[in-house]
């Protein structure tokens, strides 16, 4: 049957039609922002984010526990069994989303207490010398001294021909480089000293390796870090010397002398241990089934406190979770926030949670991480298709306001990096790191002096902002539209 308009009766239905296409606009715009948008909502919700953390945010007092009453915490050890623990509990007295242990099996290494190192000049008396071995080293079985021999790099080493280094210690000596801004840049440039040495040193003989400091401070720590190991080459002791022992050893050795290091070391790799990613998750009001994941590493060196690396990304996730409750946030996608372990000798958590999510077929629409200290937000690094990349740079004015408008991409993090490989429900991530200032993150890294009264109270929290801040906007992207 049809239906007859009078034309009052037409103009009404039209004012009506007009009326409700103008209401369905103003709702989409204010729940759906056009892609890569910053609305005024988006303006009024970041500046409550900064508001909450700056004036009520907790992240510096879990941080404190974390650091002062667990301390440092590497895999495998009963302080990262603590830190598990105090993780989850955490997270559930935040009082929203489902907290839940995901196991991860992690390798166990111990330094085995303090090494001895000592230093020979000319035949001279032994001078005690700082040393930490590197994680993942072999002991070594004892005292063992050699002559040292300095490298810039591999291909010097390479360059001593047939008579090696037979009953001597690879000393490799590279600086960071100082000429670039980016100090997580200089640190990649100088790594394989650090991750190879011990290789590349037994491939041609040598008893031990040595190595510089990551750092571009001047000064008395000696910094420790990753190492791994070649099936086909015999396993050799590691360990790295502060700048200031480098500095001095490579002068004596360039002027001369017979310099002679002695080092014993007593570490120990044991069976692998079950340890466990922990998860919170909220569940999203609109897309239930794609997973948004923000997140840092619970594990840390064996020394300092792991209080940059990676307390700060820990108690910063964490906050992002307590903030977003706290102001009413209902996120539209699944929030999960997972605090990842073994980042700094394995990475097998961030392997085995993105396994899980492939096995699941579970569309991650984006990953953050803040792994790269407490320091001062300066802005994000982004690894994302162009599309993705371009709708985060499309909020560079909104997040200049609050100093966090560096957005470049690069690496976003290695404990999300494998859901990026694995692509769990065949699509890329938008993966973002936060991206603080660097210049002094590497003065503390993996040392003594990572501890918590080295990270500044409004620095870590204006991290935890940003953090924030860059979850809320991703959480109202379109991912539809992002193909
Ligand atoms: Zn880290």
Same mark, same amino acid.
């Given at each position: 049957? $049809?239906?007859?308009?009078?034309? #009052? %009766?037409? *103009?009404? &239905?039209? +004012? @009506? ?102 230093? $020979?000049?000319?035949?001279?008396? #032994? %001078?005690? *010398?700082? &040393?930490? +071995? @590197? ?116 002068? @004596? ?231």
């Amino acid at each position: 049957m $049809r239906y007859k308009f009078e034309r #009052m %009766e037409f *103009l009404c &239905v039209r +004012a @009506l039609l007009l009326l409700f296409m103008a209401a369905a606009f103003a709702m989409s715009a204010q729940d759906v922002p056009p892609l890569g948008g910053w609305s005024e909502e988006d303006s009024s919700m970041v500046a409550r984010i900064h508001e909450q953390v700056l004036g009520k945010g907790e992240c510096y007092e879990d941080l404190r526990v974390l650091c002062k009453d667990i301390g440092p915490r590497l895999s495998g050890s009963p302080e990262a069994d603590a830190a598990i623990l105090w993780g989850g509990k955490t997270l559930q007295e935040v009082g929203v989303g489902d907290v839940r242990m995901q196991p991860v099996v992690v390798p166990h290494w111990e330094r085995g207490g303090p090494e001895r190192a000592w230093l $020979r000049v000319d035949g001279g008396e #032994m %001078e005690p *010398l700082r &040393v930490a +071995a @590197l994680g993942g080293s072999v002991g070594t079985q004892g005292d063992l001294e050699g002559e040292v021999v300095v490298f810039r790099d591999f291909a010097e080493l390479d360059s001593l021909g047939e008579a090696g280094l037979a009953g001597r210690l690879a000393f490799f000596n590279r600086p960071m480089d100082p000429l670039m801004i980016n100090a997580g840049s200089a640190y990649g440039g100088a790594y394989e000293q650090r991750s190879k040495g011990a290789v590349e040193a037994a491939r041609h003989g040598g008893m031990a390796a040595l190595v510089r400091s990551l750092t571009h401070a001047m000064d008395t720590f000696p910094h420790t870090g990753g190492m791994r190991y070649d099936e086909e080459v015999v396993q050799v002791p590691a360990a790295a010397l502060s700048t200031v022992d480098a500095r001095r050893i490579a002068g @004596l050795v360039q002027e001369g002398h017979e310099v002679r290091v002695g080092l014993n070391m007593g570490c120990m790799l044991h069976d692998d241990k079950s340890q466990a990613n922990v998860i919170a998750e909220w569940t999203g009001s609109e897309y239930p089934d794609r997973y948004i994941v923000v997140g840092g590493h619970l594990d840390s060196w064996d020394i300092g406190e792991g209080a940059h690396d990676d307390g700060a990304g820990i108690v910063q996730s964490i906050e992002v979770l307590r903030t977003l409750h706290a102001l009413g946030y209902r996120p539209r996608h699944t929030l999960r926030v997972v605090l990842f372990i073994n980042e700094e000798n394995g990475n097998n958590g961030g392997k085995t949670y993105a396994l899980r999510a492939r096995e699941k077929g579970e569309w991650h629409v984006a990953a953050v991480e803040s792994d790269a200290g407490g320091d001062a937000p300066r802005g994000y690094s982004i690894d994302a298709t162009d599309a993705g990349t371009a709708a985060v740079r499309a909020w560079k004015e909104g997040l200049s306001q609050y100093g966090v408008g560096d957005l470049r991409r690069g690496g976003a993090g290695v404990d999300i990096g494998p859901l990026k490989k694995e692509e769990p429900a065949g699509k890329r991530p938008l993966m973002v790191g936060l991206r603080p200032n660097s210049q002094r993150y590497f003065d503390y890294h993996h040392s003594d002096r990572d501890v918590f009264e080295n990270v500044h109270e409004r620095e870590l929290k204006l991290g935890a902002a940003a953090l924030t801040s860059m979850v809320y906007l991703l959480d109202r992207l379109n991912y539809d539209d992002l193909d």
